[in-house]
């Protein structure tokens, strides 16, 4: 057989230097060492800055590399292991230790969300805030979106913003059959609001984890979570029911 297209495409200059500082990274760095800035790295490498850059991104994406604000690319630590799996069939805040409820308010829920919940456009939601913390490090930041028909208790016009907000939330859903869960794992880009609470750097590689609760055979609530992907490997345990998203 006649050697295809691909076959015959050179390796890209970045996609090789990005190995050359891997192997840098293991013998020259150490993890949390500041790497010089772009213009050292180029000469060093003898390189142009864009190609440079393109390699460090490649290696922030793979959890080598962190970028930190006001301190610069620092070498990362061995990702740390995340467990989302679903066999516990939870409702979120049942138990958990590692989430914690910083705000919520009323406010409309994004267009992909809204489809999920079957709720009208411009119908206030509940929308919860949380931050999932691993060895006193957030690693995730979640908006947890349900609809007022999920908590009748709960006027989401009138109830006050904030953590006892978000808290009351969470115990009117926990009141609910609890049928199952469904989730979705697709790679993103972070979000400002998202960014500052997890000190990324805004449009950083993150892991965008959609949880959809079933009660009642319909969507209860939706939780949209985002992760550092520099710093967490995502663990599924034993859950069947998770689709990585293309």
Request: with cysteine; proline share 7%; charged share 25%.
């Amino acid at each position: 057989m006649g050697t295809t297209q691909l076959e015959a495409a050179p390796e890209p200059k970045y996609w090789h230097l990005k190995t050359v500082i891997s192997e840098a990274l293991d013998t020259d760095f150490a993890v949390g060492e500041i790497l010089p800035n772009e213009r050292e790295l180029a000469a060093r490498f003898g390189v142009a800055r864009a190609t440079l850059r393109q390699a460090l991104e490649q290696l922030e994406l793979e959890g080598r590399l962190q970028r930190r604000r006001g301190v610069g690319t620092t070498v990362a630590p061995p990702r740390v292991g995340v467990d989302v799996s679903t066999t516990q069939h939870a409702w979120p805040g049942a138990g958990e230790e590692t989430w914690q409820a910083v705000d919520a308010a009323a406010a409309t829920a994004p267009a992909a969300v809204l489809r999920l919940l079957d709720v009208k456009p411009g119908e206030p939601v509940h929308v919860v805030r949380r931050l999932r913390v691993t060895d006193g490090t957030p690693v995730a930041a979640e908006l947890l979106y349900v609809p007022a028909g999920s908590v009748p208790g709960l006027d989401a016009s009138a109830t006050p913003e904030g953590p006892a907000h978000a808290r009351a939330v969470l115990r009117e859903l926990r009141q609910l059959a609890l049928d199952g869960q469904d989730r979705s794992v697709e790679l993103g880009s972070a979000r400002a609001d998202d960014a500052k609470e997890l000190d990324r750097l805004p449009g950083s590689p993150v892991l965008v984890v959609t949880t959809r609760y079933l009660s009642g055979g319909r969507t209860a609530a939706v939780s949209v979570a985002t992760y550092r992907a520099d710093t967490c490997r995502l663990t599924f345990g034993d859950s069947g029911d998770l689709a990585m998203a293309s």
